[in-house]
């Protein structure tokens, strides 16, 4: 069975992390993305987390997100490399770029240029305010992001004041925006037979997420605070709680829950404890009913605190590092680490985060090295063996 995007074909000069994650999604899913690199290749090649992988211009967080993907070398500033382009704009479904706005149409190759070549291209542009408005040529980074969209304003503890998450979550859930962008534009294609511009926000993509935190403003006026580790529930049990060898998060949300923990502590005591009766009271004697828990979670290491709990029905997860949660019993055995060999040995990725009854994600080749496609790509738009040699001699390619 194929899978969904077989037969598409996308254009992609985005660069980074929000672009790329965005067509890595695509391409999982089996579309044919050729990623326009500048001839020394974009700056993800050589993050220095690993000295050989960024000498090798494939550095773990660029193969992360640019797997199934082709790559051709163009020097953008050379009318030629324009050329080439334009060329590849009449045949391709799809062109993804992640520059300020401004700076395809500069080069002659933004989106009214290329939908005059090709009527049904469907354009996708990722930036960090979107095409319009006063900050349209402001830089987007994912720090700058977070620390802008609120996102910061409720991650953290009141005692230390606001943190950014741990990863790159705007620019991630900005590709991922932008993939369905994408999606819903070929879906209505089919039907219209309209290409069109996709205006991706990064700042607006991360406000869509937080929509449970704004219409708490919008609609009842509750201002966010810090909430250290506790659930959006407000739950006292919903929290992180020290245990007999560092801590574990409880998401004991509802009574019959709750019920389930105590007793399972040994603790069914407080449940006739007037300062416990409801959530309400629990909320308010907060300190009283934390001591509780952890001076009976002491007893044991979270990861047996993990499994008790859970066979109990009281929801629960003992914390896990990232070389420990891709090995989840879980994760193994539904393959959602996907694992390539590839001439550095056999390499594990995340894959798409959905099955597919017929035609999923798949990871089929690593991530390309610099250029490794561009006489394979150039040759499908019919120049020679000597055409493309002179185009690099001229370094155009």
Not at 316 to 334: F, T, Y
């Amino acid at each position: 069975m194929t899978r969904p995007f077989e037969g598409v074909k996308i254009l992609d000069f985005t660069q980074v992390l929000a672009g790329p994650y965005a067509s890595y999604q695509l391409a999982l899913l089996g579309a044919d993305v050729i990623k326009v690199e500048r001839r020394e290749g974009e700056d993800m090649r050589r993050t220095p987390l690993s000295r050989e992988w960024a000498e090798r211009g494939l550095a773990p967080a660029f193969q992360a997100i640019n797997g199934n993907k082709r790559s051709l070398t163009l020097d953008l500033q050379k009318p030629d490399a324009i050329a080439i382009v334009k060329k590849l704009a009449a045949q391709v479904d799809v062109v993804m770029e992640n520059f300020r706005p401004g700076v395809m149409d500069k080069l002659g190759i933004g989106y009214e240029a290329l939908s005059a070549i090709n009527p049904k291209l469907i354009y996708c542009a990722v930036s960090g305010f979107g095409q319009t408005g006063p900050d349209r040529l402001r830089p987007g980074y994912d720090g700058k992001m977070q620390a802008l969209s609120g996102i910061m304003a409720i991650t953290g503890h009141p005692e230390t004041g606001p943190t950014r998450a741990g990863f790159a979550v705007c620019d991630v859930l900005s590709g991922a925006t932008a993939a369905f962008g994408v999606s819903s534009a070929l879906y209505q294609r089919d039907r219209t037979g309209q290409g069109q511009l996709i205006d991706v926000s990064m700042l607006e993509a991360t406000m869509a997420f937080l929509s449970g935190q704004i219409a708490d403003w919008s609609v009842a006026g509750h201002r966010q605070q810090l909430s250290g580790n506790q659930a959006v529930s407000r739950r006292t049990t919903a929290n992180l709680f020290r245990c007999g060898d560092g801590h574990i998060l409880l998401a004991v949300n509802n009574e019959k829950q709750y019920r389930a923990l105590m007793s399972t502590l040994g603790r069914e005591d407080t449940l006739s404890d007037p300062r416990f009766a409801d959530w309400f009271a629990r909320n308010e004697n907060e300190s009283a009913l934390r001591a509780i828990i952890e001076e009976a979670l002491a007893a044991r290491p979270a990861r047996e605190w993990e499994t008790i709990l859970e066979d109990a029905g009281a929801p629960c997860a003992s914390i896990w590092k990232v070389e420990e949660v891709i090995d989840h019993p879980q994760i193994k055995a539904r393959g959602a680490i996907q694992e390539l060999d590839t001439p550095y040995g056999r390499l594990r990725f995340a894959g798409s985060g959905f099955k597919l009854a017929h035609g999923g994600g798949k990871l089929d080749r690593m991530a390309p090295e610099l250029g490794a496609d561009t006489d394979a790509v150039l040759g499908e738009l019919g120049f020679d063996a000597a055409e493309i040699a002179a185009l690099r001699a001229k370094e155009i390619v």
